[in-house]
């Protein structure tokens, strides 16, 4: 990757964050609206159930596994990570290669990198053909310093996806490349 497509992927991703975070912003103020899961979020104690359209109480049972491990996902990525966790608690399956990539994501960005590193480990052992896990997991090697087992996610990614144009890979390339800026 030459440092003007890594420059022009950063700026393209400084441009999208900046978009999700005003929509993330209108949402968290009770504005937006969305018709998904994982474009709202309700208050603390709730979940968005997404076939009634709105927010319902939080409890075992209330909606399907997916469902709640999208919504914990989308509680995440609004930076509220210790309800992302309690609805990941909720799930009846809690062992999936997704909600274990999400669990370790929301252990990653609550300061517990190691727990969340082997929560990461067990979603590729479920599914080592999960891209999106292992880019997580990737950053977090660069957040640990250690860039040889990053570059060891990176190199999966791109024989995952065939080519070094998916999401994934794109993102990942980029904390490689800026590792302190992650």
């Known amino acids: 990757m030459t440092v003007c497509r890594i420059a022009r992927v950063a700026l393209l991703a400084a441009a999208f964050g900046?978009?999700?975070?005003a929509a993330g912003l209108a949402l968290a103020d009770g504005g937006g609206g969305g018709s998904s899961n994982s474009n709202t979020t309700c208050q603390r104690g709730e979940v968005f159930d997404s076939r009634q359209m709105k927010c319902v109480k939080q409890q075992s049972g209330v909606l399907p596994d997916k469902d709640l491990a999208d919504y914990a996902f989308a509680l995440a990525k609004a930076g509220r990570y210790q309800e992302a966790l309690d609805v990941l608690n909720l799930m009846k399956n809690p062992n999936t290669a997704v909600a274990l990539n999400y669990r370790g994501y929301v252990t990653r960005k609550?300061?517990?990198l190691d727990e969340g590193i082997s929560y990461y480990l067990q979603s590729v052992a479920l599914d080592p053909q999960y891209a999106e896990v292992r880019e997580y997991l990737g950053e977090a090697y660069v957040q640990k310093g250690d860039l040889t087992r990053a570059?060891?996610?990176l190199a999966a990614i791109r024989q995952i996806c065939g080519t070094t144009t998916c999401d994934e890979y794109e993102h990942l390339a980029v904390v490689i490349a800026a590792p302190g800026a992650s």
């Open 18 to 21: 900046a978009g999700v975070l």
């Open 110 to 112: 609550l300061g517990r």
């Open 151 to 153: 570059k060891e996610q």
